[in-house]
T-cell receptor, first 116, second 117 residues
Framework: DAGVTQSPTHLIKTRGQQVTLRCSPK?????VSWYQQALGQGPQFIFQ???????QRGNFPDRFSGHQFPNYSSELNVNALLLGDSALYLC???????????????FGPGTRLTVL | AQSVAQPEDQVNVAEGNPLTVKCTYS??????LFWYVQYPNRGLQFLLK??????LVKGSYGFEAEFNKSQTSFHLKKPSALVSDSALYFC???????????????FGSGTQLTVLP
């Protein structure tokens, strides 16, 4: 049973560039959430996708955008990169359609983004 | 708004001794509470969660956590620590869903656990 996968593992960009990160959810999951984890901090919620729509967003600027595909995989796009965007970007998947409460979010290994 | 506090940045314990990693939370309603562990250069690994019912929750690798509503705490415990338990531990909270309410997890700042041989 494949867990959550993310690509690429590492990425180096320069200020002003754009980046796309990818996530494939755990088998059977339909919901993807993205988090940013800066060095020495806990993960911060960026947004969550379900049924190909963004259904909740954290306190991140519009430079951060996303997409969910019909196969439930997801992309995170960041435009006009800033030095402060350097972080570990984590994708988490969960199952919404079961209707059960407190569905656990399972995390991928993350993508380490460095902005120079 | 929901929030989590992990008051200790670092916890050191000798191998074989019991360990406790502290967590307190704040939510407007009833909480769902989670513990995750992160090894270096890795993602977060789910340990256990509290939804409702028994205040003592058992999870993976011998870990357990005790929910205390009056103290708004959810401390992680293990009776006998192993060197391999050394890692970064995160507590997270989510408010019980009502229409349009938060689905996001809010994490604490993490506690680095070091188990000394």
């Amino acid at each position: 049973d494949a867990g959550v996968t993310q690509s690429p593992t590492h990425l180096i960009k320069t200020r002003g560039q754009q980046v796309t990160l990818r996530c494939s959810p755990k088998s059977g999951h339909d919901t993807v959430s993205w988090y940013q984890q800066a060095l020495g901090q806990g993960p911060q919620f960026i947004f969550q996708y379900y049924e190909e729509e963004e259904r909740q967003r954290g306190n991140f600027p519009d430079r951060f955008s996303g997409h969910q595909f019909p196969n439930y995989s997801s992309e995170l796009n960041v435009n006009a990169l800033l030095l402060g965007d350097s972080a570990l970007y984590l994708c988490a998947s969960s199952l919404t359609s079961s209707g059960r409460a407190a569905n656990t979010q399972y995390f991928g290994p993350g993508t380490r983004l460095t902005v120079l | 708004a929901q929030s989590v506090a992990q008051p200790e940045d670092q916890v050191n314990v000798a191998e074989g001794n019991p360990l406790t990693v502290k967590c307190t939370y704040s939510v407007s309603g009833n909480p769902y509470l989670f513990w995750y562990v992160q090894y270096p250069n890795r993602g977060l690994q789910f340990l256990l969660k509290y939804i409702t019912g028994d205040n003592l929750v058992k999870g993976s690798y011998g870990f357990e956590a005790e929910f205390n509503k009056s103290q708004t705490s959810f401390h992680l415990k293990k009776p006998s620590a192993l060197v391999s338990d050394s890692a970064l531990y995160f507590c997270a909270v989510r408010d019980v869903i009502s229409s349009g309410s938060a689905r996001q997890l809010t994490f604490g700042s993490g506690t680095q656990l070091t188990v000394l041989p």
